[in-house]
């Protein structure tokens, strides 16, 4: 069974950074697709970036040059670095696994960014 725990969240002044992990259990991790969403209420979830089992990377352009995804497949872990963190990106921040045709989410972790 494969579930995913997100960790990292808090409080941050504007312009401060927060890493994101995402610690994943079952199936093969260094097979698998990770991504990071948020979602803000009212809002529908919103995909921030990406990271392939061959460590290709995109990011959505509201984070680019700011944010920086990465995994440890030693750990079974992925992260998401934030750097210059801005009112705008506060949200609950999902873990996402694509394995095998199917997708797992995380529970979430809040990140609130105070101007």
């Known amino acids: 069974q494969v579930q995913l725990r997100e960790s990292g969240g808090g409080l941050v002044q504007e312009g401060g950074s927060l890493r994101l992990s995402c610690a994943t259990s079952?199936?093969?991790?260094?097979?698998?697709?990770m991504g990071w969403y948020r979602q803000t209420p009212g809002k529908q979830r919103e995909w921030v970036a990406t990271?392939?089992?061959?460590?290709?990377?995109n990011y959505a352009d509201s984070v680019k040059g700011r944010f920086t995804i990465s995994r440890d497949n030693a750990k079974n872990t992925v992260y998401l670095q934030m750097n210059n963190l801005k009112p705008d990106d506060t949200a609950v921040y999902y873990c996402?696994?694509?394995?095998?045709?199917?997708?797992?989410w995380g529970q979430g972790t809040q990140v609130t960014v105070s101007s």
């Open positions: 996402n696994r694509n394995y095998r045709s199917s997708t797992y």
């Open positions: 079952g199936g093969i991790f260094s097979a698998s697709a």
């Open positions: 990271i392939a089992s061959s460590d290709n990377t």
